[in-house]
């Protein structure tokens, strides 16, 4: 019994660090997009005063997350069930943000589009079935007409 | 002293899926910015257009690392909102720098999320590593000198080009319309360059996606990429 519990720590252990490490950091940029997405209050290069924005016109948000899970499922074929564990990524990459401020520019193609937070965090979790690494990264991004 | 503690290690292993584990949340902010800041490799220019590094000079890299910090499991964050204007306008400043292109905010587990058994413990503070990076750019290209305003004194003294490109953008910005038939229009600015042709606000093509393994949770993922750790 004493040895079969320190067993399934150890492969608890194991398992958790495992995924120490192996997790991507959650990115926020938006190098694909060809237009300017600002960031802060002051609008153009070469002018550092503070340019007030056109009135906002919309407003989005957008998050990715990244985690490792090693989770455990069960399929049942007939009267035989079978246990599988996986280990899976689930990797959101920063094109995620391209796509939100293309799709608005598209709306509105004279619009600027300013970042107003980021917002970041993460966690390691054990949570029922699943070992987990996640971070995230989002933002609050406003539309402004000119 | 032995079944004790197998009791206590049981009683975790059993407590464990049911609470959560060390991590933190919180928000950046970039209200106090003195420059413009883009996180995609465009900016726009003082007449509104948007340039990018062909018309740019590079003059330097921003790196910033911030931590942002909670308790329970992340669900209580400490830190709330971080305005990181004051180290970015720092570094910009010394590095001549009149913007940033090309930011990008990292987010990432700290090491103290995994010691193990303590992160269990809700009061355990978490914590975030926040990494800003970007590239610190100024208008490229030689720039005229302004004319001097009525009644100032000649400089005679050495005035560093920086500070000569802030001066003449800042004229070029005051200049007021030109709408009056008795002066001659000035010269164009020579801060500008051809005209480019229309963005396209696009994304370009991607490598078609690896096969991956099933994910725990639904939702739009995009496929694994190598690990660089």
């Not at chain 1, 550092?48 to 009135?55: S, V, Y």
């Not at chain 1, 589009?113 to 070992?131: E, K, N, P």
């Not at chain 2, 000079?57 to 499991?73: D, P, S």
Request: charged share 15%; proline share 14%.
């Amino acid at each position: 019994m004493r040895k079969l519990v320190w067993l399934k720590l150890t492969l608890l252990a194991c398992v958790s660090f495992g995924a120490v490490g192996c997790v991507h950091a959650s990115i926020y940029t938006t190098k694909n997009t060809r237009a300017p997405v600002m960031v802060g209050p002051v609008q153009y290069i070469g002018a550092p005063q503070p340019a007030p924005p056109g009135p906002v016109v919309g407003s989005f948000q957008t998050e990715i997350e990244n985690f490792f899970a090693v989770s455990s499922s069960q399929s049942r074929s007939g009267n035989i069930v079978t246990t599988t564990t996986t280990s899976a990524w689930r990797r959101e990459g920063p094109a995620k943000f391209d796509v939100a401020v293309i799709e608005s520019f598209k709306a509105c193609p004279s619009c600027t589009i300013r970042t107003q937070r980021v917002r970041v965090g993460s966690y390691h979790l054990f949570w029922l079935c699943a070992i987990m690494e996640k971070n995230w990264a989002g933002i609050l991004a406003t539309v402004h007409g000119r | 002293m032995g079944k004790t503690l197998i009791k206590i290690l049981a009683v975790v292993a059993l407590a464990a899926p049911l609470v959560g584990c060390a991590g933190a949340r919180g928000e950046l902010a970039f209200d106090q910015l003195r420059f413009p800041v883009s996180s995609s490799a465009f900016i726009y220019a003082p007449d509104g257009r948007p340039v990018t590094v062909r018309e740019l000079q590079r003059t330097g890299q921003l790196v910033w690392v911030e931590r942002v910090w909670g308790i329970f499991w992340s669900w209580i964050p400490l830190s709330g909102t971080v305005d990181v204007s004051a180290p970015m306008n720092d570094q910009i400043a010394r590095a001549g720098g009149q913007g940033v292109i090309n930011l990008r905010v990292e987010s990432e587990n700290c090491g103290i999320n995994y010691v193990p058994l303590l992160n269990l413990l809700p009061i355990y503070p978490g914590c975030t590593y926040v990494t800003i990076t970007g590239d610190i750019v100024r208008l490229r290209g030689p720039v005229m000198a302004p004319p001097p305003p009525p009644g100032a004194p000649v400089p005679a003294a050495f005035v560093p080009t920086n500070k000569l490109n802030e001066a003449v953008n800042q004229r070029l910005l005051e200049r007021p319309p030109q709408g009056g038939a008795m002066t001659p229009p000035p010269p164009p600015p020579n801060y500008s360059v051809p005209p480019q042709p229309p963005p396209s606000y696009s994304v370009p093509p991607q490598p078609p996606p690896q096969p991956t393994p099933p994910t725990p949770t639904d939702g739009t993922s995009l496929p694994p990429q190598p690990t660089s750790k």
